[in-house]
């Protein structure tokens, strides 16, 4: 197993990662990393609302502090799901806006080398 492991490493580290780093530094892909990274926390926010509006406890739940939580989660799902809803209607335009802004600067960045250097 070890052997196959090593082989697979050794693959990956001599073809894949080249490729990887390559289609890593094209502009493009860039500006796409740069707006879902900026757009972060918007999901960190939604995703974690998820959690508190849909509890990860059976619905035929007998404790105590479960069956409050679900309750309440079922009571209040309209209230609870209003951040969720806004910080992933938010998060698209946040990601829109932040990939144009990314290739924005890189394309500056670009055509500024450009003239500084010829």
Known sequence: MGAMYDKMVN????????????I?????????????????PFMIVGSF??????????????????????DFSETY????????NLSMGIMTIF??????SSLLAITTLILLRQVCYH
């Open 49 to 70: 609302m998820l959690v508190f509006i849909f509890p990860p406890f059976s619905s035929e739940t007998t404790w105590g502090f479960a069956r409050a939580w679900l």
């Open 11 to 22: 693959v990956i580290e001599q073809k894949v990662t080249p490729i990887a780093g390559k």
């Open 95 to 100: 990601i829109s806006v932040g990939i144009a």
């Open 77 to 84: 799902r309209e209230q609870l799901m209003l951040p969720f």
């Open 24 to 40: 890593g530094q094209q502009k493009y892909i860039t500006s796409i990393r740069d707006g879902f990274i900026a757009a972060l």
